[in-house]
């Protein structure tokens, strides 16, 4: 094996990355070493990339970026036991402690003392990344890698949607970013009765569309709570997925949600949103779950049932590809917005 290896990394404290030679990481013995087969940008990658408050107050330079991925095991440590060589793994990219009262009652992706792949520790955006054997999920070696690569973030969407009771209901996706596009997704493979898309950017609209979204809806250009209780008989939707962030778009939500309903919220406002707490949630009788990641490992066993059954459209989710090198070409689209999961290749050329 060669000893160098071909990364992005953030080298320094402004915004940017770079192409850049680093050694192969040496594993310890409760780690494995993945050849990375490919692995997508995320949301949290461009934040980094961009340099924006959070990450301003979160990584320190040098980091080699990137956490949703699939690769081939090529090296296990003395201590591994539960992946061989050879293996087509993806990571769960919380690292935890294990040993906390979260970790020991099933809540391990709430854990406090958490480290994340490509925030905390270097990434996937590399020829080769290090993980905890813990950490390691098993693939089937059947699928294609861009699709495994995007499990992470699908997980995320799954979490959400299947945070309550769907079958049946009526449900509104609020930002139709990558993850709420799978979102999107998710709800019509899982039985929602409706699922409306509601995003300002077109592009991600016609996109959630294509996906299977039965009504969608631009709030620049009509008035979203008005269209939504037209949808719903008057009624407004029974579950309500957030994932704009948007203290807006929530203040809205507030307001079209069904007495009784459920709102599930993964995006992060980067500014203080204003609720009607009596008349939005309290008279409403309303449920709010506060999503964080993945459940350890409950969702992964959804994400790779939901993979298998073939109703998640992941040819579409997934819209452009590029070589690793190429990397700003998949930066400048996540900026603009006009794209669904951009995955990168370090053997493409």
């Not at 019509?188 to 995003?199: H, L, P, Y």
Request: hydrophobic letters at 40%; a negative charge; one cysteine or more.
């Amino acid at each position: 094996m060669k000893k160098t290896m071909r990364t992005i990394i953030k080298r320094e404290a402004k915004e940017g990355a770079e192409l850049a030679t680093r050694e192969i990481p040496q594993i310890t013995s409760n780690e494995v070493l993945v050849k990375v087969l490919a692995t997508s940008i995320c949301g949290t990658d461009y934040h980094i990339y961009s340099w924006d408050p959070w990450s301003q107050g979160r990584i320190k330079p040098p980091k080699v970026m990137g956490h949703e991925f699939a690769g081939e095991v090529v090296k296990v440590g003395e201590k591994v036991s539960k992946v061989k060589i050879g293996d087509i793994v993806s990571a769960e990219t919380h690292i935890v402690c294990g040993k906390c009262e979260l970790c020991l009652t099933g809540q391990a992706h709430i854990c406090t003392e958490t480290e994340i792949l490509g925030v905390d520790t270097d990434g996937t955006f590399a020829e080769y990344v290090a993980i905890p054997e813990e950490n390691a999920w098993v693939n089937d070696p059947s699928v294609p890698p861009e699709y495994l690569c995007i499990q992470e973030p699908l997980g995320n969407a799954v979490q959400t949607v299947l945070s309550g009771e769907i079958i049946g209901k009526t449900i509104a996706v609020v930002g139709c970013g990558p993850i709420g596009i799978m979102a999107v997704a998710v709800g019509k493979a899982v039985g929602a009765a409706k699922v409306i898309a509601i995003e300002v950017n077109e592009y991600r609209l016609n996109l959630a569309k294509e996906i299977g979204a039965d009504v969608t809806i631009n709030p620049l250009k009509e008035d979203v709570i008005n269209r939504v209780h037209e949808e719903t008989e008057g009624l407004g939707v029974d579950v309500v997925t957030e994932m704009s962030g948007s203290p807006i778009a929530i203040e809205q939500a507030l307001k079209y949600i069904k007495l009784g309903g459920r709102m599930a919220m993964l995006g992060i406002p980067t500014e203080d949103v204003k609720m009607d707490v009596a008349n939005g949630i309290v008279f409403k009788g309303i449920q709010i779950h506060g999503i964080v990641g993945r459940k350890m490992y409950d969702t992964w066993y959804q994400v790779k049932g939901l993979i298998a059954s073939g109703n998640l459209n992941l040819d579409k989710l997934i819209t452009h590809r590029f070589d690793l090198e190429d990397y700003e070409k998949g930066m400048e689209l996540m900026k603009s917005g006009n794209c669904g999961k951009v995955v990168l290749f370090p053997n493409m050329k």
